[in-house]
């Protein structure tokens, strides 16, 4: 009964052993390579291309700001001439209106400690005619 089986077994396979398609070849890598996205080189473009645009931002910054400041600054020396020369002309009661309605209220605090200055001098002057 063992040989029926086994002849049995191999009528059955035998067919299927002759048919049999021989093992694929294995894919190359150079084939996978170009399924998958180079990380590296994208990622160091993207750094690249963010350093950039923040040195540009930067740079728009650092050049408005010093065209900012020098603005303000020849605005405030301008402002600080006409209430100086107010001042000047002995109108320190203006003199600190300018300045208050300009809003530079370092300046105002600048006329007020003048004008106490001249007042105090001048009565110290007087009191010792």
Do not use: Y
Request: hydrophobic share 40%.
């Amino acid at each position: 009964m063992a040989l029926k089986t086994l002849l049995l077994v191999l009528a059955l396979t035998a067919p299927s052993l002759g048919t049999a398609q021989p093992a694929a070849a294995p894919p190359s890598q150079v084939q996978f390579r170009s399924l998958w996205t180079p990380w590296n080189g994208v990622t160091q473009q993207s750094l690249r291309s963010e350093a950039e645009q923040l040195e540009r931002v930067r740079q728009d910054v650092a050049t408005a700001g010093a065209e900012r400041q020098a603005a303000l600054r020849n605005e405030g020396r301008a402002l600080g001439e006409r209430v100086g020369e107010i001042v000047r002309a002995g109108d320190c009661e203006d003199g600190e209106r300018v300045a208050r309605q300009a809003g530079d209220f370092a300046l105002v605090e600048a006329v007020r400690n003048h004008c106490r200055q001249l007042r105090t001098h001048a009565q110290t002057a007087s009191s010792r005619r």
